[in-house]
Structure formats: C-alpha cells, structure tokens
C-alpha cells in the first residue's frame, strides 16, 4: 500500500496576496463600462421621477417656490 502523501506546504506571505487581488482586478472586462451602463441610467431614470414629483407638488400647491427679496 502507497503511503499517502500530502501537497507541500508553501506559506502565503503578504506580496503573495497583494499579488493575487491584483491578479483578480484586472480580469474584470469591461468594469468601468459595466459600472457607466447601470449608473446612467438609473441616475436618469432618479431625475425624471424627482422632476415629475416635484411638478406634480408644485400643480397641487403642496410645495410652491416663492421668490421672495427680502435680503434688500
């Protein structure tokens, strides 16, 4: 019977885990296109909805800039 042997044992030292977050960091494809493609829009999507609330508050005399110049 074969005695059973184990993989050696290799220590991870810091450089060797820098190393490897770098590794994975840059095999992300297309990460800042990615992030571009879901912030844009939605951050479109948040002003028409607060444009059209804001309309709709001002239509119903809920909230009512006033351009008041009292600072004369």
Do not use: W
């Not at 290799?10 to 990615?34: E, M, W, Y």
């Amino acid at each position: 019977m074969l005695p059973l042997s184990r993989p050696p044992f290799r220590n991870a030292t810091c450089l060797d885990v820098k190393i490897h977050f770098l590794i994975d960091s840059l095999q992300t494809p297309f990460g800042l296109l990615r992030v571009f493609s879901v912030v844009i829009p939605f951050l479109y999507v948040g002003t028409q909805i607060s444009k059209n609330f804001a309309a709709l508050l001002e239509e119903h005399d809920i909230f009512v800039p006033e351009d008041d110049d009292d600072d004369d």
